[in-house]
C-alpha cells in the first residue's frame, strides 16, 4: 500500500497551487499557432515536412508549414488514404497542443500530501527504475501492466518494455472504444473489420455510427459522393445524427436494441427466402443452427424490443434483398458495436450475419475485405525481441474472446483491485477518465506501489500518477512507420515537425529508453526511433529519406479483386456458429442477447457520441475548440422535446443526472431529434484536472455514471449500460 496521506480523489477536488507546478513555468503563451509573426525585414525561413495527426485513431497524414519555425499551417496530405488532402477541424485545433500554456514541462513526482515536485530526468528515471525492480522481486513481473492508446511508436515501445521486464500485460484502449467489434469480426470473419463500397453501392445501412460526428475524412467524403450517386442511405440510431444531410431515412430505435433489428432482418430474409443461397452453401459454417434459432426472431418480436414497427423492419430486409449484393450494414465503429452493451459482441456478429444473407462480402457495392501490410522480419540483431514472457496475460483467462492484440483493460483494473497490479504504466493514455468508471481507477491505485504516466498534459491520469514524464508533442517527433491497408497499401511516419518548445520534454524513445535501462532491461533499446524506422521500412523497400520527404508512401498493389474473399476464421468459412464462443460460455450461434440495464418508468436511457471538433478528453483544453464549444453551448445534454414538455424543462434550464454511480448538473437542449425515453450526452466533456483550466469542470463526463463492469468473453466497458433520472434544478 502507498503511504500517501491525502487520498487521490481528495486531491482531484482542489489543489489548483498544482497547476502552476505541473505545467508550463515561464510558460509560451501562444493562444493560436498560427502565431503572429513580428514584421521581419529579414526573409523568413519557410519549411514543410510531412507527419500524421495524433487527433484519433485514424492518424491521418498531414503536411505541416513553419515560418522561422513556427507552426503556419496544416494541410491534408494528398496521399494518404485516409486524409486525401484534408483534415478535420479537431485535427488543426490539436496542433495548438504544441504552444499550449497547459502543458507538462518538467518530470513530475507526487509528494506525500499529494501535490507534485519537478524532478530531473536521471532522479525519474532511477526511482522508477528501483520501485519497478522491487515489485518485481516482491510479486512478480505479472503485477505489473502498460496500458496504451495504440500509437505508432507507443504501441511498439510499450509491448518491447513490457515483454522486456517479463510481463504479457500490454493493453490497448480498445475495452473502451472497439474491442467487441473488433474480437466479433475477427472471430466471425477472420479479420477485425472491413469496408463498405459506397462508389458501387446501391443501400447502406448504418447502425449506431455516424459519419458526421465520428469523423474520417475519407469516410465523410465517400458517403458525401455515395448520397450524391442516389444511394440509400439508412440511419439507424435513437438521435438524428449529423449523417442524417445524407441519409434517406432515419430509423429511431431503443438503445441497446439493434440487435433484435438485425435478427429480425435475417428472419425475414430466410423465412421468404430472399437469401444467397450460393454464398451461404459454399462459404458458410453453422447456418442450418442459424436459421433454425433465428425463426423466432420475428419482426413483430422485435418490434417490442426496438420499437421500430414491424412493418419498417420487412421493408427494410426486403429492400436490402433487392439491391443485394450491393447492398451492406456498415461496419460500424465504437457505439453499439465497440464497447457500449451486453450484447456488443453479438451485435457486431449480426451485422456481419446480414452481410453474408446479403451475398455482399466481396461484392462490388457490398463488404469488402481488404488487405493490410506490415514491416517484414529484422536480421539486425540489436532489434532482437525480449523473449516471451512466461505467464500469460492478465485477463485472457476470464475474457478469451477479446481480441489478442487488445486485451481488456478492464481486467487490468479488476486485478488492480483486487491488489494483484502493483505497477501500471500509462502511454498516451487518459484511462483514468475515458476507460471504465473513474472512481474505480482512483480506488485502484490507491492500492498500487508505482503509477507512471507519459503525457503531455495533466490529465486525470497523469494527476493520480506517482511520476509523470512529458513527452514532445507528435509535432515534435519522429515516429515509427504506420501502415495502412485497403484496396491500396501504405506507409506513413511522423517527421519532426517543429523543434523541441521545451527543453526538458523527451520523445517516446527517449523515455522508454531511459525507463528500461534504469529497469535493469536496456539491453533491448540499444537504438532510436530513427534507427528502428530505418529498419523497419527497410523491410518494405522504403528509405528514411522517401519519409522525411512525402510522409506516406503507396507500396506494391496488393491487386484487389472483387469476389468471395478467404475468411482466415478457424473453419476456414464465415462464421455464423463460432465454436470457440461456446467454449466461452455463451450461445456460439450468433442470437438474441437483451442489453442488462432496461430504464424503468420514469428513467431515461442515456447514450453518448462524439462532436466533430473534439476527441476523447485530449482536446478539451485546446484553447480554441474549447472556445467554440463554449460560444455554441455543445456540453448540452439533449432531450426530446416530449420528455422536455413533461419534465417543464426548456433549453438552457439546468438539469441533475442521476444513476446509482454519480449525480451531476449540466444545461439542456431541447430537440426533436432525439427519440422520447432517451437522454444524448456529447462523450468528451466533464473534466476533472484543475490543472487544465479550460476544460475543468466543463460538462459531465458518461463515464462517471457507468457502473463497472465488464462484457461477458470479451471485457469491454459496457459504457452506456446505465439508465439515469434527470430533473430540473429550479433556478
Ligand atoms: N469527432 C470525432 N471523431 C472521431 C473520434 C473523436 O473522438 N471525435 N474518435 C474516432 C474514434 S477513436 C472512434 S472509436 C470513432 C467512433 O465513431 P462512432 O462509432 O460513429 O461513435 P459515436 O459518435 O460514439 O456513435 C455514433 C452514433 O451512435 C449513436 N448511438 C448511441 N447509442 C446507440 C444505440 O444503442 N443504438 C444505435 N443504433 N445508435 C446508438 C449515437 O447517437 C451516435 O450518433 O470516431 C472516430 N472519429
Ligand atoms: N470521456 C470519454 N471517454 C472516452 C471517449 C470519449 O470520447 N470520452 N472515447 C472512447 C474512445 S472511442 C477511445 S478510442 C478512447 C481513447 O482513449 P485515449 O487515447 O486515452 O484518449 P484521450 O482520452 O483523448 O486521452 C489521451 C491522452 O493522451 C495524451 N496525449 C496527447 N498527445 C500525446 C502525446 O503526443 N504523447 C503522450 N504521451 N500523450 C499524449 C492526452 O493528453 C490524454 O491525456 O477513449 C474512450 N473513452
Ligand atoms: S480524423 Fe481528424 S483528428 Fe482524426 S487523425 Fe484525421 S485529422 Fe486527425
Ligand atoms: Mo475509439
Known sequence: MRETTVSRRTFLKGSAATAALACAAGSISLGSWQAERAVADEPSATKTAPSLCNGCSSKCGLVATTVDGQL??????????????????????????????????????????????????????????????????????????????????????????????GSANVYAHSSSCNLSKESAYQLTIGATGFSNDFANAKMVLFIGRSYGDGIRPSSVQSLADAAENGTRIVIVDPRLNNSGIFASDWVPINPGTDLALLLAMANVLIEEDLYDHDFVEQNTYGFD???????????????????????????????????????????????????????????????????????????????????SPKAGAIEDARFKAPAKPEAKRVGDAEYPLALASAGTNVAALQAALNGEMKGLFFYNSNAAKGYAQPKKWTEAFEKTDLVVTIDVQMSETALQSDYVLPEVTYLERLELPEFVGGKKHFVGMRTVVLDKIHPETKTCDEIFNGLAEACGVGEYFQFTAEDWAEAQLATVGVTLDQMKKDGVIELPDPNFQYGVPTFKTTSGKFEFKTDKVGDAGLNPVIGWVPRKVTPKDGEFSIIGGKQGIHSHTMTQNIEALNAISREYHMERLWMAAKDAEQLGVQTGDTVEVASSEHTGQVEVRVTQRLKPGVVFLPTHYGGDSPTQTRAYQYGISLNDFIPLDAEPGVGSMMSQEVAVTVKKVEA
Open 289 to 371: 443452427e442459424f436459421a433454425a434459432q433465428t425463426k423466432e426472431y420475428t419482426p413483430t418480436w422485435a418490434e417490442k424490443i426496438t420499437d421500430i414497427p414491424a412493418a419498417t423492419i420487412e421493408e427494410l430486409a426486403r429492400a436490402m434483398a433487392k439491391a443485394a449484393p450491393a447492398a451492406s450494414v456498415e461496419s460500424g465503429w465504437r457505439a453499439v458495436i465497440g464497447c457500449s452493451y451486453n450484447n456488443s459482441f453479438d451485435t457486431a456478429r449480426a451485422i456481419a450475419a446480414i452481410n453474408a444473407l446479403l451475398g455482399s462480402w466481396g461484392a462490388k457495392g457490398g463488404a469488402l475485405l481488404t488487405s
Open 72 to 165: 503556419w499551417t496544416l494541410r491534408g496530405n494528398e496521399g494518404h488514404p485516409y486524409a486525401k488532402g484534408r483534415i478535420c477541424g479537431r485535427g488543426h485545433g490539436l496542433a495548438q497542443m504544441a504552444y499550449s500554456d497547459e502543458r507538462v514541462t518538467q518530470p513530475m513526482r507526487r509528494k506525500d500530501d499529494g501535490s507534485f515536485e519537478p524532478i530531473d530526468w536521471d532522479t525519474a528515471f532511477k526511482e522508477i527504475g528501483e520501485k519497478t525492480k522491487a515489485i518485481i522481486e516482491k510479486n512478480g513481473p505479472e503485477s505489473l501492466a502498460i496500458i496504451q492508446d495504440p500509437r505508432p511508436s507507443g504501441k511498439q515501445y510499450s509491448a518491447r518494455f513490457m515483454n522486456a521486464l
